[in-house]
């Protein structure tokens, strides 16, 4: 009974986090974007300290179960698992007790901090299990569920219906997508072999709530009177953490998946209240004392790092024109709501979550190795619409605080940047004043090419102050291939 409660819970975790990176609309963030900010790693960046407090009680009193119910990518291992004991009758027992790799999984979680301490996102990105499913749900399955959409949206349009609307299916980044399909390519082969390795050596989130699933106060145990050492709850364990020999389970490696209850045939495991023996408390104390302090010291390290880090149509229905190439930015681009460009790179853990929501084709991730995966923005394919707040509203981790769509109307993230080599004016002898009738805020004006002759042309003039840096006149621009209006990226953010 309690491993189809965690089946049926892990489920709607799983559908529903999924569905976050799938849903182009934004409507279901409405709903479920409460499952983006409950997982650890996000929440810990974001300082969400009551989200990360609840999580270390919920582990202190029931074990993993965040590892098995609400991580997308420990559910992902766990159905890669299932799927593999489906496929021959022999697999469904096919685990076996191996001892902890105590210093692969604590090298891992010390080079991590590491790498939260020197900023390397790069490192922190590629083993956040979040991120890495998200990575995985953005660039892999997202092209799909929005190819069954213009299926739809197809078949609609011919039966007279606007229910659907077709949507551009792109590679955002060539990289990243490379980096999507490697990872689920090691963790998906870890998975179908060995069941839960990547949890219990390589994921920072596992090591740490290993610690705390140590001491839990409800796990499975075995009763040894009425184990009659038949082997099969060590064989089902996708963790290898169940000594069938010395009826012992690693609590640190359990992520109560509850699999060796059901597979037990004389009821000798159960999910019941921990009694800790003599022998366990005094055993190995030196060397227990040792590894508590260490992880001890690592988590609340950790925790200080954390805390410390804080389609391209014109408008008015013209036709659509060939995409400009992407200007060479002096200073990156990145959402209002960031704050500064230092504050997005050690919030963001590059889960793509936003690029997924964002319905103007803005955001996408960077290929800069300096912050590759994160995401930036530019103008090729549409502009940040002041009333679109989507990506503020999605972040699970702190990179884009939340702001209303008033505030984000007087937030520059950047300034808009004039080159009339470019300009048509120059290049084809010929008003156009494109940028300067779809600004916003009335940022651009046109000033006569020539100020003594009344039938000048006219160029543009960006009032910098005025700019918040939406890039509505670099993506309505007609110049190609390289437009004659681009947005400087601002370091700082400033309200206008």
């Given at each position: 009974?309690?491993?189809?409660?965690?089946?049926?819970?892990?489920?709607?975790?799983?559908?529903?986090?999924?569905?976050?990176?799938?849903?182009?609309?934004?409507?279901?963030?409405?709903?479920?974007?409460?499952?983006?900010?409950?997982?650890?790693?996000?929440?810990?960046?974001?300082?969400?300290?009551?989200?990360?407090?609840?999580?270390?009680?919920?582990?202190?009193?029931?074990?993993?179960?965040?590892?098995?119910?609400?991580?997308?990518?420990?559910?992902?291992?766990?159905?890669?698992?299932?799927?593999?004991?489906?496929?021959?009758?022999?697999?469904?027992?096919?685990?076996?007790?191996?001892?902890?790799?105590?210093?692969?999984?604590?090298?891992?979680?010390?080079?991590?901090?590491?790498?939260?301490?020197?900023?390397?996102?790069?490192?922190?990105?590629?083993?956040?299990?979040?991120?890495?499913?998200?990575?995985?749900?953005?660039?892999?399955?997202?092209?799909?569920?929005?190819?069954?959409?213009?299926?739809?949206?197809?078949?609609?349009?011919?039966?007279?219906?606007?229910?659907?609307?077709?949507?551009?299916?792109?590679?955002?980044?060539?990289?990243?997508?490379?980096?999507?399909?490697?990872?689920?390519?090691?963790?998906?082969?870890?998975?179908?072999?060995?069941?839960?390795?990547?949890?219990?050596?390589?994921?920072?989130?596992?090591?740490?709530?290993?610690?705390?699933?140590?001491?839990?106060?409800?796990?499975?145990?075995?009763?040894?009177?009425?184990?009659?050492?038949?082997?099969?709850?060590?064989?089902?364990?996708?963790?290898?953490?169940?000594?069938?020999?010395?009826?012992?389970?690693?609590?640190?490696?359990?992520?109560?998946?509850?699999?060796?209850?059901?597979?037990?045939?004389?009821?000798?495991?159960?999910?019941?209240?921990?009694?800790?023996?003599?022998?366990?408390?005094?055993?190995?104390?030196?060397?227990?004392?040792?590894?508590?302090?260490?992880?001890?010291?690592?988590?609340?390290?950790?925790?200080?790092?954390?805390?410390?880090?804080?389609?391209?149509?014109?408008?008015?229905?013209?036709?659509?024109?060939?995409?400009?190439?992407?200007?060479?930015?002096?200073?990156?681009?990145?959402?209002?709501?960031?704050?500064?460009?230092?504050?997005?790179?050690?919030?963001?853990?590059?889960?793509?979550?936003?690029?997924?929501?964002?319905?103007?084709?803005?955001?996408?991730?960077?290929?800069?190795?300096?912050?590759?995966?994160?995401?930036?923005?530019?103008?090729?394919?549409?502009?940040?619409?002041?009333?679109?707040?989507?990506?503020?509203?999605?972040?699970?981790?702190?990179?884009?605080?939340?702001?209303?769509?008033?505030?984000?109307?007087?937030?520059?993230?950047?300034?808009?940047?004039?080159?009339?080599?470019?300009?048509?004016?120059?290049?084809?002898?010929?008003?156009?004043?494109?940028?300067?009738?779809?600004?916003?805020?009335?940022?651009?004006?046109?000033?006569?090419?020539?100020?003594?002759?009344?039938?000048?042309?006219?160029?543009p003039v960006v009032n910098e102050e005025r700019c918040i840096g939406c890039g509505a006149c670099e993506n309505l621009c007609p110049a190609r291939p390289f437009t004659a209006i681009h947005v400087e990226g601002h370091e700082i953010h400033k309200d206008i």
């Open positions: 009974m309690l491993r189809k409660i965690r089946i049926i819970l892990a489920s709607i975790f799983f559908i529903g986090v999924t569905l976050l990176f799938l849903d182009f609309t934004g409507t279901i963030h409405a709903w479920l974007g409460w499952m983006a900010k409950v997982q650890f790693l996000p929440a810990a960046l974001a300082l969400n300290f009551g989200i990360v407090a609840a999580l270390i009680v919920l582990t202190l009193l029931f074990g993993r179960v965040y590892c098995s119910v609400i991580c997308p990518l420990g559910v992902m291992q766990d159905i890669i698992s299932w799927i593999h004991g489906k496929t021959k009758k022999k697999n469904r027992f096919r685990f076996s007790y191996s001892p902890e790799r105590k210093t692969l999984r604590y090298g891992m979680l010390v080079l991590f901090i590491a790498a939260l301490i020197m900023g390397s996102h790069v490192a922190v990105a590629l083993i956040a299990p979040y991120s890495a499913y998200g990575r995985i749900a953005a660039n892999l399955l997202a092209p799909i569920y929005q190819l069954g959409n213009n299926l739809l949206a197809w078949i609609a349009e011919r039966a007279g219906s606007y229910a659907f609307y077709s949507v551009d299916i792109w590679i955002k980044s060539a990289s990243t997508f490379a980096i999507a399909v490697a990872t689920l390519l090691v963790v998906g082969f870890l998975a179908w072999k060995h069941g839960r390795t990547w949890c219990n050596t390589i994921c920072p989130v596992g090591t740490v709530l290993g610690f705390f699933s140590r001491f839990s106060l409800f796990a499975p145990v075995i009763n040894t009177d009425k184990c009659n050492n038949c082997g099969l709850c060590g064989k089902q364990c996708k963790a290898s953490c169940i000594d069938t020999f010395e009826h012992k389970i690693d609590y640190s490696r359990c992520v109560a998946c509850m699999d060796c209850i059901d597979a037990c045939k004389h009821g000798a495991v159960h999910y019941a209240l921990r009694k800790r023996p003599a022998t366990e408390q005094t055993g190995n104390d030196t060397a227990d004392k040792g590894r508590r302090a260490f992880i001890v010291s690592t988590a609340i390290a950790g925790t200080a790092v954390a805390a410390k880090a804080q389609d391209m149509k014109v408008d008015g229905g013209l036709a659509a024109i060939e995409r400009a190439q992407k200007p060479e930015r002096q200073t990156p681009l990145v959402p209002a709501g960031a704050i500064s460009l230092k504050n997005f790179a050690d919030h963001c853990t590059a889960c793509q979550l936003c690029v997924s929501v964002c319905p103007n084709g803005v955001l996408r991730p960077s290929t800069s190795l300096l912050n590759l995966m994160q995401p930036e923005m530019s103008y090729e394919r549409g502009y940040c619409r002041p009333e679109c707040n989507k990506c503020s509203q999605v972040c699970p981790a702190g990179a884009i605080k939340p702001i209303t769509i008033e505030e984000k109307s007087s937030i520059q993230i950047g300034h808009a940047v004039v080159c009339l080599e470019n300009c048509v004016v120059n290049t084809d002898g010929v008003n156009c004043g494109n940028c300067a009738r779809h600004c916003p805020v009335g940022a651009i004006r046109m000033v006569r090419k020539n100020p003594d002759d009344e039938n000048s042309l006219r160029i």
